[in-house]
T-cell receptor, first 111, second 114 residues
């Protein structure tokens, strides 16, 4: 079953604009992760945020986590055509080893 | 450095035929191992995960099974494929022990059942 739901399902922006994707989940978590998938390829890990963290940065990526609302957002600043891909959030519940993915946001960055 | 190998990359099989997808990890010991399936344009569905040899957790009752005969080998099998088994299968590993962190994915196996 899907733990997370991403919003929007698809997003199309111009190069240089910022892209924001949201993820909502259902149960308490140990950490939340964001991944990127180019078409037909495996997923690549982008960033991990723990349940006791509220915000994290990595290069052009900014992730926020609101455990009271069970939601997270991924912001990609100054987008580039190469950022075109699908983005997924994934949750890990405490005490468990399974990693459950959301439905994904398909991002298109137009040059 | 750690690497993950997954094969075959592409597979076309008739309904009712058996299936075996294999995944191996190099450069690490006692990893957690995962099998996911992705339908076209959809999210990832967790099928199986394993925290050790012979320890398999099944997430979705279905036509598939998984085995972990060696520490760094994870196999996905079916005795008789269904049309609904078509999809993109992804193997992944993570460092064992403690809360799960980053997953490292293979390049996937695309299965078409005709």
């Amino acid at each position: 079953s899907q733990q997370g739901e991403e919003d929007p399902q698809a997003l199309s922006i111009q190069e240089g604009e910022n892209a924001t994707m949201n993820c909502s989940y259902k149960t308490s978590i140990n950490n939340l992760q964001w991944y990127r998938q180019n078409s037909g390829r495996g997923l690549v890990h982008l960033i991990l945020i723990r349940s006791n963290e509220r915000e994290k940065h990595s290069g052009r990526l900014r992730v926020t986590l609101d455990t009271s609302k069970k939601s997270s957002s991924l912001l990609i600043t100054a987008s580039r055509a190469a950022d075109t891909a699908s983005y997924f959030c994934a949750t890990v519940m405490g005490g468990y080893q399974k990693v459950t993915f959301g439905t994904g946001t398909k991002l298109q960055v137009i040059p | 450095s750690q690497t993950i190998h997954q094969w075959p990359a592409t597979l076309v099989q008739p309904v009712g035929s058996p299936l075996s997808l294999e995944c191996t990890v190099e450069g690490t010991s006692n990893p957690n191992l995962y099998w996911y399936r992705q339908a076209a344009g959809r999210g990832l569905q967790l099928l199986f995960y394993s925290v050790g040899i012979g320890q398999i957790s099944s997430e979705v009752p279905q036509n598939l099974s998984a085995s972990r005969p060696q520490d760094r080998q994870f196999i996905l099998s079916s005795k008789k494929l269904l049309l609904s088994d078509s999809g993109f299968y992804l193997c992944a590993w993570s460092v064992g022990k403690g809360a799960v962190g980053e997953l490292f994915f293979g390049e996937g196996s695309r299965l078409t059942v005709l």
